[in-house]
């Protein structure tokens, strides 16, 4: 199913509209269909879109759906980008999708988002891993420029070395904020599904990069809350910290547990993480300053705790709880901060849930889809439920699990409507 189309530097450009001219409006529109049958599900999307969107050329659109629709992705993917024509098509499978107010879990769904990016150029990426050839290969591969610019990214968790392809995709593109998740609906390799344009691929990594007249404002919300005292780590090889403020670390994390409430230990059980400070010149951290990882073991010889992220001497840490009620209040918090520091409101936004949170974890459905909804005023807002998301902590493009990664667009900060720039903030 995967067409390779083999090295190349350069790319096509899509949905460039010449900066000379004055550009019109920044538009978005989100549409949902339930329908089983993809040949009527698709006809009612792009019904919905193009009653919200009006006569506006479509520049970037994404589609996401559920298991339900993989053995009909061929057509579903066909008949989108045959009735839409859109600039650049980009999407994959997943374990749910999100749209509107609206999250479907365990049920046929299918979620579509479409925007119309006047003086915005849009560059397809597209590359694949090889096993065989330990070796990354590259289709569809832009060339760097000059301007600010931002990723929006969907991949196969089964096929793609996700870290080391953040790594590949910093050093091509330095900057950029990179936002998105992995893919889902199938349990073995080969049975996801990417979507760029009109061709659908079984693995790989898929996306777009954006550069012009739009700001992208990601919120990345980790959904824990700060625990216990922050440290200095003082000893430390690798993942495993030896010793936290010159005391051994398990000797500290016993101590965070004894003062904790019964309330507090049970959750810990199984919920405790620790936050790695992305920006050690801060006079004071609070909520989105950490990057999370899990606890993954402890060594009772040698006092160590054993972290999921490389950890270096002289790093502030604090460990983390993660539960429902903190993952509500710092997705609303993060949100909540984003619309005091910015001029312009939303736009639009996208999406990027785990599939670890939605009805199971916090105990009623729709959480994260109304609270972003609410949040930034009821615009067009569509993504999935992922296996893994992508987003920005400080300057660094990370891997998350538990994570609400969201894409707001908005006018560039300082630009009425339009002109020349890109904002990523």
Aim: proline share 5%; with cysteine.
């Amino acid at each position: 199913m995967n067409e390779p189309t083999g090295h190349r530097t350069g790319t096509r450009r899509f949905g460039l509209h010449s900066p000379s001219s004055a550009p019109s409006a920044l538009r978005f529109a989100a549409a949902l269909s339930k329908r089983s049958d993809v040949g009527s599900a698709a006809g009612e999307l792009v019904d919905k879109i193009r009653s919200q969107l009006a006569s506006a050329p479509i520049d970037l659109a994404c589609l996401f759906f559920s298991p339900h629709h993989i053995g009909q992705v061929g057509a579903l993917t066909s008949a989108v980008h045959r009735l839409l024509s859109p600039a650049v098509l980009i999407g994959c499978s997943s374990e749910g999708v999100i749209a509107g107010l609206e999250e479907v879990e365990a049920l046929p769904g299918i979620a579509l988002w479409a925007a119309s990016l006047p003086g915005v150029r849009l560059d397809p990426v597209h590359f694949s891993f090889s096993l065989t050839q330990d070796q990354f290969r590259l289709h569809e591969w832009p060339e760097p420029v000059e301007a600010s610019s931002a990723l929006l990214l969907v991949a196969d968790p089964l096929s793609m070395p996700m870290q080391e392809a953040l790594s590949l995709l910093a050093e091509r593109y330095p900057d950029t904020m990179a936002i998105g998740g992995l893919a889902g609906g199938g349990s073995d390799r080969g049975e996801n599904r990417l979507i760029l344009q009109g061709r659908v691929f079984s693995d790989g990594l898929v996306g777009v990069r954006l550069a012009g007249s739009v700001a992208i404002r990601p919120v990345i919300s980790q959904g824990c809350k700060l625990v216990g005292e922050r440290f200095v780590v003082t000893r430390a090889q690798h993942n495993c910290i030896y010793e936290l403020g010159g005391r051994p670390a398990l000797d500290r994390l016993r101590d965070l547990l004894e003062s904790m409430s019964d309330e507090e230990r049970d959750q810990a059980s199984n919920a405790l993480h620790i936050g790695l400070a992305v920006d050690e010149y801060r006079d004071r951290f609070e909520r989105g300053d950490f990057l999370i990882r899990h606890l993954i073991g402890i060594d009772q010889e040698t006092g160590a705790v054993v972290v999921g992220e490389k950890v270096h001497e002289g790093q502030t840490v604090q460990f983390q709880l993660r539960d429902a009620q903190s993952g509500s209040e710092d997705l609303r918090a993060l949100l909540d901060a984003d619309r005091a520091r910015h001029r312009h409101k939303p736009l639009g936004a996208l999406l990027f849930s785990c599939c670890g949170r939605g009805q199971r974890f916090f105990g009623s459905p729709h959480h994260d889809a109304r609270t972003v909804g609410e949040q930034l005023g009821g615009i067009p807002v569509a993504g999935f439920f992922a296996q893994g998301e992508i987003g920005p902590v400080g300057r660094r493009n990370v891997l998350h699990s538990y994570t609400a990664s969201v894409a707001i667009f908005a006018e560039p900060e300082g630009q009425a409507n339009g002109g020349e720039g890109f904002t990523v903030t």
